[in-house]
């Protein structure tokens, strides 16, 4: 009796929650299904530390399901299976059948068998070596290599079904999104801020997006760049949400009134409050940007505490000790570096200092920002807030 080809998703640190275990694999098993949803119709549960992805109709689209399960937070590993009868017979012919291409190309191989239905008759020693004579009379040009094989057959004794599957991919990692609280991110159209968000949805945290605009000064296709790059993102993250707020009047009284070397820590400081005002009308109990240490005179040490003092939520910077070379490989690895370098400016880029401080003192700035009326302009900026939802 032949079964149709399902994906096996084997959960990550998940496995380590103890206690809250359970909830940690509600959220996956639920993030999964939402994500697989656009592939067609599939039967999603967990037995024994991995997900089934079963099709539940002819018409799945599994390479596209293949795809997005190895974007889905929480699972380490992705492998496309095919279950059948749980006889030696069965294990082989299926796996001559559904690995026949997979063989056409391998120099050796090996039979790795894991026994989950303990009370199978053969161990799985004796399972990888019945299975392995097997494939080994069905393809005579692959020889058997146990130490270094080219192919690893993997075979499953499940409680109702062995599986046979080809090896499996590595899938995102982290965590479930979802059970890492959540947060705001302020999400620019630049290379840093796309990659701290993943970062941090890694880590299970579900994400709303913060986007400030400073019309005339930046244009719609800056803000059509971010909406893209929320799009990019919602592969990992499902839909997300992105505020899009007004920016240019704060930006035009700071350099009507302010001193040149503190505009852009002062411009930061606003976006800090507008941020966490924004976090507060959502639920969200933290903020997260793209800083990264020394990257710009913005991100020294002491810039981050002038930025910080506004704000008394934590700041998450997953980026802080990161150099720019790998933030560029993860926006690569990630699917965001393409979008990020189109030429839009941002509103960081309009009114830029030509010498901005670099060794900023908290009460200095406090003190060129006191001629704004800070909390007329918040108000203001955030009367003009709306919102977009990005899906995927
Ligand atoms: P990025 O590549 O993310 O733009 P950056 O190195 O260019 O970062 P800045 O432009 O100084 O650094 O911005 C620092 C952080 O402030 C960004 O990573 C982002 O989190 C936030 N930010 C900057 N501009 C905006 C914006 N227009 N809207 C929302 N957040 C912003
Ligand atoms: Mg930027």
Partial sequence: MEQHEMLLLKLGEVVLKGLNRRSFEDRLVSNVRRRLKNCGSFQIYLRQS?????????????????????????????????????????IVETAKRYLAGVFAHARSFKVESKRADKAYRLNSIQISQAVGGGLAEAFPHVPVDVHHPDLTVFVEIREKYAYV??????????????????????????????????????????????????????????????????????????????????????????????????????MRRFMMRLSEAVARRAGAKALITGESLGQVAS??????????????????????????????????????????????????????????????????VRRAEAVLDVEALTAKSLEGESWIWVKP
């Fill in 50 to 90: 991995t997900i089934y992805a079963e099709p539940a109709v002819d018409n799945c689209d599994m390479d596209a399901a293949y795809a997005a399960a190895q974007q889905v937070f929480g699972v380490v590993s992705v492998a496309r299976a095919v279950p059948c009868d749980k006889t030696i017979e069965a």
């Fill in 165 to 266: 599957h080809a090896p499996a991919v590595p899938g995102a990692g982290g965590l479930p999104v979802g059970t890492g609280g959540h947060a705001v991110s302020l999400l620019s159209g630049g290379l840093d801020s796309p990659v701290a968000s993943w970062m941090m949805a890694r880590r299970g945290v579900e994400l709303e997006m913060v986007h400030f605009v400073s019309p005339p000064y930046t244009s719609q296709q800056a803000q059509d760049k971010v909406l893209e790059l929320a799009r990019l993102l919602t592969a990992y993250c499902g839909r997300l949400r992105v505020h899009i707020v007004p920016f240019t009047e704060i930006q035009e009284q700071i350099r009507k009134n302010c001193p040149e070397e503190y505009f852009t820590l002062i």
């Fill in 299 to 364: 991100q020294t040490m002491m810039a981050l505490g002038v930025t910080e003092d506004v704000t008394s939520m934590p700041v998450l910077r997953p980026l802080i000790g990161m150099d720019k070379v790998e933030i560029i490989h993860t926006a690569q690895r990630i699917g965001t570096y393409d979008t990020s370098i189109l030429p839009y400016e941002d509103c960081c880029t309009v009114f830029t200092p030509r010498h901005p401080a670099t060794r900023p003192g908290i009460e200095e």
